[in-house]
C-alpha cells in the first residue's frame, strides 16, 4: 500500500511539475535527494556497522550476559511467565540493551531471535501470548539513554550539537516507555 502512495506522490509531482513548466527543477530536486538519500545511507551504515560490532565484541567477552543478569529483576517484573527460559531472556536482553544505547537498527536482530523464541514458547499459537505482546510493545517505546542514530542523523546535516538531544531522548522516550509498562501490566492483570 505504502508503495502505491509514494509512487502516486512521486507521479503526481512529475505531471504537476510537467504542466507547471518546471520539471527541470523536479528533475533537480530528484537527483539531488538520491544523492543526499546515499550519502545518509552511507554515513547511517558506517555507524551502524560500528555499533553493532561493539555489540558483539560486548557480547563475545560475556559483558552481555553480566548486563543481562542485571536487568533480570526487570524481566521478571514484565515477563512474569518466562521463568527458567534463559534463551528468551537472553535475545530480550540483548534487544534492551541495544535500544537503550539507541541503536535501533542493531537491535533488530536480537528482537527477532527473542520473537522467535517467544513464538516456540508459545506453540507456535496463531494467538500472541501475554510475554509477546509485552515484548513488541516495549521495544516499540524503545527507552534509549544514548540515541547513537538520532545524534548521527544531526551531525550528518549539520547541526552545531548534535548531541543536544540526548536530554530531551531520555525524557520522551522514558514516559513512552513508562506508559508501555503500565499498559502492559494493566493487560496481562486481566483475564
Known amino acids: 500500500m505504502m508503495n502505491y502512495l509514494w509512487g502516486g506522490m512521486l507521479l503526481l509531482g512529475v505531471i504537476y511539475g510537467a504542466f507547471a513548466g518546471t520539471l527541470d527543477g523536479v528533475t533537480e530536486a530528484i537527483i539531488n535527494s538520491a544523492k543526499e538519500a546515499v550519502n545518509l545511507v552511507i554515513a547511517i551504515a558506517g555507524i551502524t556497522a560500528f555499533w553493532t560490532g561493539i555489540m558483539k565484541i560486548a557480547e563475545q567477552t560475556g559483558l552481555v550476559e553480566k548486563l543481562a543478569r542485571r536487568i533480570q529483576p526487570l524481566l521478571r517484573f514484565l515477563f512474569p511467565e518466562l ?32 520473537f522467535q523464541e517467544l513464538d516456540r ?30 545524534i548521527a542523523y544531526r551531525a550528518q546535516y549539520g547541526s552545531p550539537n548534535p548531541a543536544a538531544i540526548v536530554g530531551p531522548a531520555i525524557f520522551a522516550t522514558g514516559m513512552s516507555t513508562l506508559a508501555a509498562v503500565i499498559f502492559c501490566r494493566i493487560m496481562n492483570g486481566k483475564k
Open 83 to 114: 521463568k527458567n527460559q534463559e534463551k528468551a531472556n537472553y535475545y530480550i536482553s540483548l534487544n534492551f540493551l541495544s535500544n537503550f544505547l539507541g541503536l535501533s537498527h542493531a537491535s533488530t536482530s536480537s528482537g527477532l531471535l527473542a
Open 121 to 150: 514458547l508459545n506453540g507456535y499459537s496463531t494467538i500472541a501470548s501475554k510475554s509477546m505482546c509485552t515484548f513488541l510493545i516495549i521495544n516499540v517505546s524503545s527507552l534509549q539513554l544514548l540515541p547513537i542514530n538520532m
